[in-house]
């Protein structure tokens, strides 16, 4: 079974600092990972994903992740924050091996930018 | 990526009446289509997973009964909201499963149902 935790419903961050949403996963198989972002009133879009490859995933609109199976973790960060990040952006775990293809969410984290 | 299209974009019925929701993948054949509903300020609920000329499987607690997935090719999946109360005024969304064995799912625009 998978299950995901995000750490914090709701960050505020200043627009060009560090953006830092945290994830921690639970699985009992190889995960594939997931982050969507998702603007109000709109369905998910990929942000990246993490499918057994390299540890270290780039993904679009300068945002990146990083899988450390120690700490069971994929936290989503970019380096400076802008207006148009403000979103909901979702974490979310899927079994590995293209087995049932179910996604398991997390709660979501509500990122706001400040001017 | 695919692209995943869903209309209505917004419906507003009586308590009472069914809604049917259609879900369309629009540049690629989509063997398996995902409904989940979602409260506000809330996350993403499965509700079933559609299989294109299978039944759906619901997940648990999500009244088959009440609501209709038919899936009748591969490019097109309905969810009907039978006999709609308030109760189920909410974001409905679709998504089709990739075929590149990812689990990577492409996500429609959602639908708002509000019941009066």
């Known amino acids: 079974a998978q299950s995901v935790t995000q750490l914090g419903s709701h960050v505020s961050v200043s627009e060009g600092a560090l953006v830092l949403l945290r994830c921690n996963y639970s699985?009992?198989?190889?995960?594939?990972l997931f982050w969507y972002v998702q603007y109000p009133n709109q369905g998910l879009q990929l942000l990246l994903k993490y499918t057994s490859a390299a540890t270290l995933v780039k993904g679009i609109n300068g945002f990146e992740a990083e899988f450390k199976k120690s700490e069971t973790s994929f936290h989503l960060t970019k380096p400076s924050a802008h207006m148009s990040d403000a979103a909901e952006y979702f974490c979310a775990v899927s079994a590995g091996g293209g087995q049932g293809g179910k996604l398991i969410f997390g709660q979501g984290t509500e990122l706001s930018v400040k001017p | 990526g695919a692209v995943v299209s869903q209309h209505p974009s917004w419906v507003i019925c009586k308590s009472g009446t069914s809604v049917k929701i259609e879900c369309r993948s629009l540049d690629f054949q989509a063997t398996t289509m995902f409904w989940y509903r979602q409260f506000p300020k809330q996350s993403l609920m499965l509700m079933a997973t559609?299989?294109?000329?299978?039944?759906?499987?619901?997940e648990q607690g999500v009244e088959k009964d009440k609501f209709l997935i038919n899936h009748a090719s591969l490019t097109l999946s309905t969810l009907t909201v039978t006999s709609a109360h308030p109760e189920d005024s909410s974001f409905y969304i679709c998504?089709?499963?990739?075929?590149?064995?990812?689990?990577?799912?492409?996500f429609g625009p959602g639908t708002r149902l509000t019941v009066l």
């Open positions: 998504s089709v499963r990739s075929r590149a064995g990812d689990n990577e799912q492409f």
């Open positions: 699985s009992s198989v190889p995960p594939y």
């Open positions: 559609s299989n294109e000329g299978s039944k759906a499987t619901y």
